[in-house]
């Protein structure tokens, strides 16, 4: 079996909602802003979006140390002070040798970012696998989870976002999003898209400026009906079928996954996720599982409601 978390973007079902607030993204070239609650599948679309597109698709998953510039790009100081202690007589350090490209670097100008400007270093694409063949004008990046960041954090990324251009303080190199395009022809359909999808769990209150700046959607925790839909995508694309009794199971199991997160509420334990429902769904199937198995509630401790504490 492939790997249970993927970010290849194949299988996605879309609320509609959400469908317009893309649009809408796209139209104003403003960030989306996704809220809902962990495993709502916030992360998901932006590869979903990229891969039915095919456009360039990068990634940042913010932690409480995340700076702005880390999305933009990072510079070795550690590295550039070992050099300079051991360089020999007579050599000069180069200061792009010390930059690494974020996110935001590689879909605003990739050709900078890989070291298409002169005494750049060339560097690879992190992402060169997924983005093999893909458009090389337009790009969708993720920002994930910006609530775990600095509360300073956000508004720190308003220029760069607004603008699609910022300078590298560490070498003056600047940077914008129509550089690539200009050898092509600098027209408005030469310039290409640029979608920056952000996802917050509202673990903390994002600015004010910043919501100002994005298109805001919500993103509720799927029902019964799209929970078997979502099943049925997933397990045809990857599980190979999804047959009438894996629809039945899947069926109970969604009505279950109501139930316990019900139930998480009044133990003010965490929801189980969409994610956690496909584990237990694909647990059920390979194990022979049902609801009202005598194996079924250790099953739905492991999978869906997971104690945070032992003895809970």
């Not at 805001?216 to 925790?221: D, E, P, R, T, Y």
Request: glycine share 8%; net charge negative.
């Amino acid at each position: 079996m492939a790997s249970p978390d993927r970010r290849d973007g194949k299988v996605y079902v879309m609320p509609q909602e959400v469908t317009l607030a893309l649009e809408v993204a796209l139209a104003t070239g403003r960030p989306l802003l996704l809220r809902g609650e962990p495993g709502s599948g916030k992360s998901s679309l932006a590869a979903f979006v990229a891969n039915k597109r095919g456009w360039r698709y990068y990634e940042h998953v913010v932690t409480s140390r995340t700076k702005s510039e880390d999305l933009l790009w990072t510079y070795d100081h550690v590295r550039r002070l070992s050099d300079a202690q051991v360089r020999e007589s007579g050599t000069t350090l180069v200061d792009a040798d010390y930059v690494t490209p974020g996110a935001l670097w590689w879909a605003f100008d990739p050709l900078s970012a890989a070291g298409g400007t002169e005494g750049a270093p060339v560097r690879a694409d992190p992402w060169a696998e997924i983005n093999a063949g893909r458009d090389a004008r337009n790009a969708v990046v993720l920002i994930d989870e910006i609530d775990k960041a600095d509360p300073d954090m956000p508004n720190s990324l308003l220029v760069p976002l607004g603008s699609h251009q910022f300078t590298v303080s560490d070498t003056g190199q600047k940077v914008r999003k129509d550089k690539t395009a200009e050898a092509g022809g600098n027209t408005p359909d030469s310039r290409g898209q640029h979608l920056v999808i952000i996802t917050t769990n509202e673990e903390r209150e994002l600015p004010q400026a910043f919501l100002r700046r994005c298109v805001v959607a919500s993103l509720a925790a799927p029902g019964p009906d799209r929970l078997v839909e979502i099943a049925g995508r997933h397990f045809k694309e990857y599980d190979g079928g999804f047959s009438a009794a894996d629809e039945s199971l899947a069926r109970e199991l969604a009505e279950e996954l109501d139930r316990a997160r019900a139930e998480a509420r009044k133990l003010a334990m965490r929801a189980p996720s969409t994610a956690e429902f496909l584990d237990a769904l694909r647990a059920c199937r390979a194990l022979g599982i049902t609801v009202g198995d005598e194996r079924w509630l250790q099953l739905k401790s492991l999978t869906l409601l997971k104690p945070q504490q032992p003895g809970m």
